[in-house]
């Protein structure tokens, strides 16, 4: 199978799994009433905890892991927190606040904020503005071109991600309906792009199932310190704690692990546009779940998602 070919795949494996995130996070905290706070640390001890079994049967991981530099361990110790402990409460401050759909604007938001910090991390000065092919080999010359077609990628994508989960309507911009909970959701975007434009050199380094397993680890620690001090609501039924698997394994560890691989195999432009689809497989899910039907205009979002998709991929 082609690497790019490879990469997408895990891409898309990757956004359907974040789409649940919403789903199931929404039931956990609204109809089972656990807290964010306990959701982010059980997720991240059961996927972390699932992947450190597999890396621990792994020769090669546990020699990695034996060897891991000072710049790895300062890389894993604040991406983790911020990557998965702060991403993570936000999805379910925001989750417990807003719909389902209007949640899954954090993915909407990602690829604007993974452009912006590649752009930081890069620094404005190296970088071009151009119409044709970017100069460059993925960022490693001294100028990056950014093309036209990937600004029109990302506002295509947008404007279909507000489609798709309906910040706009026939009757235009739904902004009274905003609240709390949609700063969090902004705040989860800036977090997961901060997340993977600075961790795809540990990643390089490290693996993508060894980083993935480290920063979610360091993460539950994290939440632990500061759990006993908290007034929590954790699952107490088994439906609920039925819930809380589906989250760590299929909403968590599938998710981070093939976001993580694909950044192996795709640029940052196309990884980060991938994004998009979130809203639309969340709309999906809601759809076959909820038995919440699509709109003309949300069918329309996704038809500007596909496009920001094929935008992205043009090589």
Request: charged share 10%.
């Amino acid at each position: 199978m082609p690497r790019f070919v490879l990469g997408l795949f895990l891409a898309v494996l990757s956004v359907a799994g974040f789409a649940s995130t919403f789903i199931v996070g929404a039931a956990l905290t609204k109809t089972c009433h656990v807290s964010p706070e306990a959701l982010a640390f059980l997720r991240f001890l059961i996927a972390g905890g699932v992947m450190a079994a597999w890396e621990a049967a792994r020769a090669p991981a546990r020699a990695r892991l034996r060897n891991l530099a000072r710049r790895d361990w300062a890389d894993v110790l604040w991406l983790g927190p911020v990557g998965t402990t702060l991403m993570a409460w936000c999805v379910f401050m925001g989750c417990a606040r807003v719909s389902a759909a209007n949640a899954s604007m954090a993915d909407a938001l990602t690829p604007i904020m993974i452009f912006l910090f590649g752009l930081v991390k890069m620094g404005w000065g190296r970088v071009t503005w151009c119409r044709g092919r970017a100069s460059g080999n993925r960022g490693q010359a001294p100028a990056r071109g950014v093309l036209a077609r990937e600004i029109t990628a990302l506002v295509c994508g947008l404007v279909g991600a507000a489609l798709v989960i309906q910040v706009v309507t026939a009757e235009g911009l739904e902004l009274d309906a905003y609240s709390s909970g949609d700063v969090y959701v902004m705040l989860a975007a800036a977090t997961w792009g901060v997340y993977t434009v600075y961790g795809r050199g540990a990643i390089a380094r490290l693996g993508a199932s060894l980083f993935t397993m480290l920063t979610m680890l360091v993460g539950a620690a994290a939440l632990g310190l500061v759990l006993p001090f908290q007034d929590l609501a954790w699952p107490t039924t088994p439906s609920a704690w039925g819930l809380v698997a589906t989250l760590g394994l299929v909403s968590t560890l599938l998710p981070f692990w093939t976001w993580n691989a694909a950044q192996k195999y795709l640029p940052m432009s196309v990884l980060g546009v991938s994004a998009y689809f979130t809203p639309v497989f969340a709309v999906a899910l809601a759809g076959i779940f909820l038995g919440e039907s699509a709109t003309t205009l949300q069918w329309l979002g996704t038809a500007f998602v596909v496009l920001s998709g094929i935008l992205a991929a043009r090589r």
